[in-house]
Structures are given as structure tokens and as C-alpha cells.
């Protein structure tokens, strides 16, 4: 099993999230639910750290980013090193894939 490690943004993701899904238009039932599924993505994650596909958007030469897509519309976006397996990011794929490059650019 690996050893899981959010990182400070991925932390803020979850939680702006859920904060929006909990907000007057949403209901906290929907924000539990999500939050719930990334957990249980993120826990799949400890015994096959690369079941999830190559992230394209994210070409690097020393890291291989990968995702699993999560309540149809949420990428949990990681790279697995050794024995830990970095949560980097939570990307709501409705948003311009461009600015994914540059959140990431700027860990």
C-alpha cells in the first residue's frame, strides 16, 4: 500500500467544493456525496496508484500526472513516486483546460 499526501492546493479544491455545493443553491447532502466519492477514489488509490489514465493537459518529462474522473465531472489528479502518492489537484472538467496548466504551474 502507498502513503497518500494532499497537497495545500488539492486540500483548497476539496474544500472550495464543497463549500460551493453547500451554499444556498446547493444542499449540504450533494457537497457529503462528493466529498464522499473523492474519498473513495482517493482510497483506491493506496493499492493501484496507477489505475488512473495519463493526463494529457499535463505533459511533463519527470512527472506522470494522472486522473480519475469522479461524479462525472471532478478530475482527482495525482502523480504517484515511489511510495506515496501525491493529490495535487481536484479540476472540475467544465472549466477551459488551459487553466489547468496554469494552476499546476504554479505548485
Known amino acids: 500500500m502507498v502513503k497518500i499526501k ?9 474544500f472550495d467544493i464543497c ?3 453547500r451554499s444556498v443553491k446547493h444542499s449540504p447532502q ?3 456525496n462528493i466529498k ?6 482517493v482510497r483506491a488509490l493506496e493499492t493501484f496508484p496507477d489505475q488512473g489514465a495519463r493526463e494529457l493537459m499535463l505533459p511533463d518529462d519527470e512527472i ?3 486522473y480519475l474522473v469522479v461524479k ?3 478530475k482527482l489528479i495525482y502523480f504517484h513516486e515511489k511510495e506515496t502518492c501525491h493529490i495535487v489537484a481536484i479540476w ?4 477551459n483546460p488551459s487553466i ?4 499546476l504551474k504554479e505548485k
Open 92 to 95: 472540475d472538467c467544465r472549466n
Open 30 to 32: 450533494t457537497a457529503d
Open 100 to 103: 489547468l496548466q496554469d494552476k
Open 64 to 66: 506522470c500526472f494522472r
Open 36 to 41: 464522499k466519492a473523492l474519498f473513495d477514489a
Open 19 to 21: 463549500k460551493y455545493y
Open 6 to 14: 494532499w497537497q495545500k492546493n488539492a486540500k483548497q479544491d476539496l
Open 72 to 74: 462525472h465531472h471532478y
